[in-house]
């Protein structure tokens, strides 16, 4: 089962090694998930760099985590622009450094690591909500699942 994950703007410890999480993720972590001394959590910058650690202390609104494994986001970003319903336009893709066309996957330049690409996912419509989740999969599926 995955850890219970939090978000931090900074992942930069304390002297002791020590990670707060307050505001509305320190409250999340001690109110509703109820977390207690000991439990491993992960938590992020959103970023993709990340911390896992044991919880140190509880708080009525806090939880402090001692800061174990760190994993620093890789090098590049990778960024999923989804459109609207009735697509992007010619010169929205242009902006992007796309080729517009008709035909999925027409990259402005020869593909390389860094070259932006265009894909179209089908002919049906996804709705707003899970038009996110399923272009990260096909992201997922052509890169990290080979």
């Known amino acids: 089962m995955s850890l ?38 992960r938590v992020t910058d959103g970023r993709g760099s990340y911390v896992d650690g044991p919880v140190a202390a509880v708080g009525k609104r806090s939880v402090s985590v001692s800061v174990g494994d760190r994993v620093s986001a890789a090098t590049g970003d990778v960024v999923l622009v989804v459109g609207p319903e009735g697509g992007i336009s010619a010169a929205e893709l242009a902006a992007l450094g796309l080729v517009p066309d008709a035909a999925p996957s027409t990259p402005a330049a020869p593909p390389t690591q860094a070259s932006p690409r265009a894909a179209r996912l089908g002919d049906t419509v996804l709705r707003t909500s899970t038009a996110g989740s399923v272009a990260s999969g096909v992201v997922l599926a052509a890169t990290r699942w080979r």
């Open 4 to 41: 219970p994950m939090f978000w931090r703007e900074s992942l930069d410890a304390d002297g002791a090694g020590v990670l707060v999480l307050d505001g509305a993720e320190g409250q999340h972590a001690a109110v509703v998930r109820r977390l207690g001394v000991g439990e491993r959590v």
